[in-house]
């Protein structure tokens, strides 16, 4: 059983009818742009009535105090870390055999990620499927976590805090999963802390630098040429947050619809649909994601773990614990799994999925928590 600690405060999120207010009256006095001027919906970004769509039903319909209800009845919490406050979601599992389990989102998503799955993962539905102890951590800067005021939380340092994190709630050994940032996150946890780390489940997977595509499958070098070309022509939203993240976050935090444009840009194109994000993603999900930001101005505190981590990751890290990887078909990365094998060491399930994209947790919620429970029951197994 975890052990209470003073050194975490139970929280609970309200925005002030002030903020939700001007929210409301920034929507409707803002100042947009003239219409795209190509055909294929997309080529240049957000399409200006997708927008106007989007913005009108933030404004007049979206329901913000659901998704706070939400939260605090997962169950929030705080603590304090290297000078820093953590926010994080905890959810006990009833069952007597649960695992300790830590999700870290990523880059533009949040703790909104998880909000659909965090129920069946602590007490699923089916009793012969493992059930989880599950901690969601907010990253710095990110949502209700605090912001730094200096350099160094790169991914090393929040790993380390993970760890720190997890052992005050009593959970000196734990499964970590993470996708984006969160998996990056998930493989230093891995590598630098394997008395601690049971096991992991990834949707990311990187391997070692220099790694050559001979003897890769057709599909494997294709998946290198996408991520290629993803990065040589698809990733100026990088190159900015890892170079000027205060400058585009002037805009970030005074313009929700500059905000708005900046992230459903990427889930319009990292989700595995033909149009529009909505195909498979829900409008509401995507504004709670969006107005998180917005409510805890973390738009410029957020974009400075590209400047802190970007291509960051050692080449010389290997994980040597357990780990279950999931390339799904339509996300951004996709890692052949011979360059995967590099430094993931102990690899005991690897799949790839039919349909889903960077965010399968929102894409394809029940499929995504299938994978990770049968994912971290083969970590679990070959820990025995």
Not at 143 to 150: L, Q, V
Not at 289 to 300: N, P, S
Not at 348 to 362: K, Q
Request: proline share 7%; net charge negative; hydrophobic share 40%.
């Amino acid at each position: 059983m975890p052990r209470s600690t003073s050194d975490v405060q139970a929280f609970e999120a309200h925005a002030t009818d002030a903020d939700l207010d001007d929210l409301r009256a920034r929507l409707a006095a803002a100042r947009l742009p003239e219409a795209e001027t190509v055909r294929r919906r997309w080529d240049q970004g957000v399409p200006l009535a997708d927008l106007v769509d989007v913005v009108d039903y933030w404004r007049t319909e979206y329901d913000w105090r659901s998704f706070e209800e939400r939260l605090d009845r997962i169950g929030q919490f705080r603590t304090t870390i290297d000078g820093l406050g953590i926010h994080f979601l905890h959810r006990r599992s009833p069952r007597a055999d649960a695992t300790p389990l830590i999700l870290t989102h990523g880059w533009p998503g949040s703790i909104a990620e998880f909000v659909d799955v965090v129920d069946e993962l602590a007490d699923p539905s089916d009793a012969d499927a493992p059930a989880f102890h599950v901690v969601a951590p907010s990253l710095p800067g990110f949502g209700y976590s605090d912001k730094p005021a200096t350099t160094g939380w790169g991914t090393e340092k929040i790993a380390a805090a993970w760890v720190d994190l997890m052992g005050r709630l009593g959970y000196g050994r734990f499964a970590a999963h993470g996708g984006d940032w969160g998996g990056n996150i998930t493989t230093v946890l891995a590598g630098r802390f394997p008395a601690h780390v049971l096991g992991i489940h990834t949707t990311f997977a990187e391997g070692p630098p220099g790694l050559t595509t001979d003897g890769l499958t057709a599909l494997e070098r294709k998946w290198t040429e996408e991520t290629r070309d993803f990065w040589h022509h698809r990733a100026a939203y990088a190159k900015q947050q890892a170079t000027r993240p205060q400058t585009i976050g002037y805009s970030l935090v005074d313009s929700p619809v500059g905000l708005l444009a900046w992230i459903l840009d990427k889930f319009a194109e990292w989700s595995d649909t033909e149009d529009s994000p909505f195909e498979t993603i829900s409008r509401d999900r995507v504004l709670d994601d969006v107005t998180l930001y917005w409510l805890t101005r973390t738009g410029a505190s957020a974009a400075r773990i590209y400047h802190e981590s970007h291509n960051s990751l050692d080449p010389e890290l290997r994980v040597d614990v357990p780990a279950a990887i999931s390339m799904y078909p339509r996300d951004i990365e996709k890692c052949p799994r011979p360059w995967a094998q590099e430094r993931y060491r102990q690899i005991v399930r690897w799949r790839s999925p039919e349909a889903g994209g960077h965010f399968p947790s929102l894409e394809v919620p029940e499929f995504f928590v299938k994978d990770l429970q049968e994912g971290l029951a083969a970590v679990l197994a070959a820990r025995r």
